[in-house]
């Protein structure tokens, strides 16, 4: 029944016009708000036929997991061009998972490296194999 929709995924922020700005000028994503719908905003990812939805919300919490993973080429030259835009990514020494100096995750499988949104929402950029 559902297998025809063009499902989407959404996601809830404290501040639609930082977000505005975080996604379309530091991570120069296309991104169009609705202000015909309280100023929600639609992100293009490229290579996907549906957009993300993002809306605010005030009692906004941030994710505790990661709400977008966006697959690369080059993971260091992406976080390298990220943190010149002022990005800050996450650093981890745990158990499970450890960054380098770089805050890459090497520890098996894919090249990894996480960072929040203005909304505290976690995201990724994945090196690709």
Excluded: C
């Amino acid at each position: 029944m559902l297998k025809e929709s063009k499902a989407f995924s959404g996601f809830s922020v404290n501040d639609i016009d930082a977000a505005y700005e975080f996604y379309s000028q530091k991570l120069g994503l296309e991104v169009d708000k609705m202000e015909d719908m309280g100023g929600m905003l639609t992100i293009q990812i490229p290579g996907n036929n549906n957009n993300i939805l993002v809306y605010p919300k005030p009692n906004h919490e941030p994710a505790t997991y990661t709400i977008l993973n966006f697959p690369i080429d080059d993971l260091l030259a992406t976080v390298k061009g990220l943190k010149a835009k002022g990005v800050l990514f996450e650093s981890y020494d745990s158990e499970y998972i450890n960054t380098d100096q770089d805050n890459i995750h090497r520890g098996g499988g894919p090249l990894i490296a996480w960072f929040k949104d203005p909304a505290g929402n976690f995201l990724s950029v994945i090196e690709q194999e």
